[in-house]
């Protein structure tokens, strides 16, 4: 297969990142790339989709990440999995005996390690400059999900029309389930049975990296999780805390122990980010030296920092987060950053995601949640035209119009955007340029 047909199935057929931004698949192809990494090593406490989906459907998805490997002119591919995945481990290894470029690379159970930025480095040995993307080290990453929906798109013809995800916590019957998207997340949450709290939070995504939903928010292309925790719970209280308290508390409360950069996973790559300089600056209100401003930039967000390394609870993520989204909208950008080594003692600062776990309160809630290969029925979607990194879809369908599960109801904005298509069969009850609903019939 020529690499612009590839790219053209990934646009049309709606495949993006199955997880984090949702950056449009097709953007990351080129001939440029030496490597190609599938990352299923699945960081975040309690998220188990990835590594389920590529035990039960691992002759395709290394039959795609083969061939997506030689249409690029790749080298070589690598399956980063936690050496923990015994099972899946065992699998994969079978499997890529009839694929003499494909690898594996059994990393260490710790966090971050899903950062395609310390994939990168454990895998290949190569740095990804801060600021930088995989490709400037000729490396393409891909999370399993997407690879499985490539696959789907390149030989059976199924676009993407629904979204792996976990559905964990305070639920009687945890499940990894397909949901149509547009689904919302009380019609979701009800697959795994009751909610076993009476006050219950719903975190989208990790508790690390994850954002506080409700019963309303949408599944789309990038919902990887459902956790559902009490209001009261510790993972729940960070999510809600007041900014402008955490300031204060920065600036009246930070020791300058270092700890928060010194266990920082892209400082220890010898990226410029310095945590605990930024805390210092802000009580001391100090813009003598604006690299430690410039260098928030680089900062991943894993928010170790603040869920994990202050002894002091503090929260220099989220006081980071607030300069890198100012420099952002203001359009700066930090040139020439200054680069280091890296650590000499990098491994004995990786953490554990067994530590993580307790820490965070997590432990009860790590139980199997078995993989369910269907996707339930459901009645009405509200299927949102911006699932992704880039220009949002632009759907051509009217009020009214009779639509089936599969069809393309959205084109690719001009850009990087990818088309939508419908998730159940119906009629589109509204459709503008920021989302289509659809009701069954």
């Known amino acids: 297969m020529l690499i612009n047909e590839l790219k053209d199935i990934a646009r049309e057929y709606g495949v993006v990142g199955a997880g984090g931004a949702g950056f449009p698949s097709y953007a990351k192809m080129t001939e440029k790339a ?21 035990a039960m459907h691992a002759e395709e998805i290394i039959q795609m990440l083969d061939e997506v490997r030689e249409t690029l002119g790749a080298k070589e591919a690598v399956v ?42 454990e895998a290949t040995g190569r740095v990804i400059k801060p600021g ?3 490709i400037d ?4 990453v891909y999370n399993t999900e997407t690879m499985y929906n490539l696959y789907r798109a390149v030989h059976m013809q199924i676009p993407v029309t629904n979204k792996l995800v976990s559905i964990v916590g305070e639920i009687d019957h945890p499940l990894t389930v397909r949901i149509p998207l547009g689904t919302t997340v009380r019609e979701a949450v009800s697959l795994a049975g009751k909610v076993t709290t009476e006050d219950p939070a719903y975190v989208m995504g990790g508790p690390m990296m ?12 990038t919902t990887n999780a459902i956790i559902i925790l009490p209001k009261e719970h510790q993972v729940v209280r960070r999510m809600n805390k007041n900014l402008n308290i955490e300031r204060k508390r920065a600036a009246s409360s930070c020791c300058q122990c270092r700890t928060c950069t010194e266990m920082c996973p892209r ?12 805390m210092r600056a802000l009580a001391n209100q100090d813009t003598g030296d604006l690299s430690v401003y410039m260098n928030t930039a680089y900062c991943s967000s894993c928010g170790l920092c603040e869920n ?4 002091q609870g503090l929260s220099p993520r989220s006081v980071i987060a607030e300069f890198k989204n100012g420099l952002r909208a203001a359009g700066i950008r930090s040139e020439n950053p200054k680069v280091s080594e890296v650590a000499d003692d990098r491994e004995l600062k990786k953490v554990p995601v067994k530590r993580l776990k307790a820490k965070l309160g997590l432990y009860s809630y790590d139980v199997p949640a078995p993989f369910i290969d269907t996707t339930p029925t459901t009645k009405y979607v509200r299927i949102q035209m911006s699932q992704h990194i880039g220009a949002p879809a ?9 639509v089936k599960k599969g069809q393309k109801i959205a084109d690719a904005a001009e850009g990087l955007s990818v088309a939508i298509h419908c998730s159940i069969d119906g009629v589109v009850e509204k459709a503008d340029e920021r989302e289509v609903i659809v009701r069954e019939n």
Do not use: S
Request: aromatic residues 4%.
């Open 137 to 140: 080290e000729n490396v393409v």
């Open 80 to 121: 980063g999995v936690k050496d923990t995945h015994v099972h899946t481990i065992q699998i994969i290894t079978d499997v890529i005996k009839n694929y003499p470029n494909v690898r594996v690379c059994a990393v260490r159970a710790t966090y971050p390690m899903g950062d395609e930025v310390i994939l990168i480095y």
């Open 394 to 402: 632009k759907p051509f369908v009217k009020a009214g119009e009779q």
């Open 34 to 54: 030496d490597t190609v990494i599938l990352n299923c090593v699945e960081c975040e406490p309690l998220l188990k989709l990835h590594r389920q989906l590529l």
């Open 267 to 278: 400082h220890a790559l010898g990226h410029p980010i310095e945590p605990h300089r930024v």
């Open 308 to 311: 994990y390394a202050c002894p």
């Open 210 to 221: 994850g954002k506080l939903g409700t019963e309303n928010t949408i599944i789309t292309k």
């Open 132 to 134: 930088g993307i995989p």
